[in-house]
């Protein structure tokens, strides 16, 4: 067992984010990219139970560097390979139908699939799958256009996983469509508490966060013109 706490770190901008459309690795395998759920610590037992991402792993010291997912911000820590039991997405073939749809710009064939995904027992039983499907169907609807549906969809995904940073960006984003600014940057903030290093969340946030000054300039200006008369 080891755990060592690292700093935060922000990175500049990018755009949203593309469905969730797993790729493919070795089966069972602990490698850097594998999310990971961290158990079995005695020194900092407040982490167990926590997902990460594992951003280094060293082989001389036979330990494994992870980035925590929460609110904290950027938080690392190092564990061995005892202490980290390896995050398997599920999958289904109405998901994946669903996600080579919507690479194809077949919005309306992607939506089609990962609702009926939705209906099936592998995603009424995993909540991570369920969430990603919802957060999917926001991409695909935002695309589309059709925001006020994207942002339902977005907030069923923040709703089954409220540490989840893509959901807070699907709902800022779509709020931004929606012209409620202010609402967009709470969403946005939440987005870059819990993933303070991802250029898309950053780049949301500075939008929502200039479009609420702009109306709010444009606000006072009216106000003032106001008074004038």
């Excluded at 303070?196 to 500075?206: E, I, N, Q």
Aim: hydrophobic share 40%; glycine share 6%; charged share 30%.
């Amino acid at each position: 067992e080891d755990s060592t706490a690292a700093s935060s770190e922000v990175l500049p901008t990018a755009t949203e984010a593309p469905p969730e459309i797993p790729a493919e690795a070795p089966a069972a395998a602990i490698v850097v990219g594998s999310q990971v759920e961290i158990t079995g610590l005695k020194s900092r037992s407040d982490l167990n139970g926590r997902r990460a991402t594992v951003v280094i792993h060293d082989v001389e010291a036979a330990r494994f560097e992870v980035r925590l997912q929460g609110p904290q911000g950027d938080e690392r820590v190092r564990c061995k390979l005892e202490n980290l039991l390896l995050v398997v997405a599920k999958d289904s073939a109405s998901k994946q139908q669903g996600d080579a749809a919507f690479k194809q710009g077949q919005l309306e064939k992607a939506i089609e699939h990962y609702r009926q995904a939705l209906e099936e027992k592998v995603a009424k039983e995993d909540v991570d799958l369920s969430a990603t499907l919802h957060s999917n169907l926001a991409a695909a609807l935002a695309k589309k256009g059709d925001h006020a549906t994207a942002l339902k969809e977005a907030r069923l995904a923040t709703g089954l996983r409220p540490l989840w940073a893509k959901g807070h960006s699907r709902e800022g984003f779509s709020l931004l469509q929606l012209g409620r600014t202010a609402e967009a940057q709470k969403s946005y903030i939440q987005a870059v508490k819990l993933e303070p290093s991802v250029d898309g969340y950053l780049a949301g946030l500075r939008q929502a966060t200039e479009s609420l000054h702009a109306t709010k300039q444009s606000a006072s200006d009216r106000q003032a013109e106001a008074d004038k008369l």
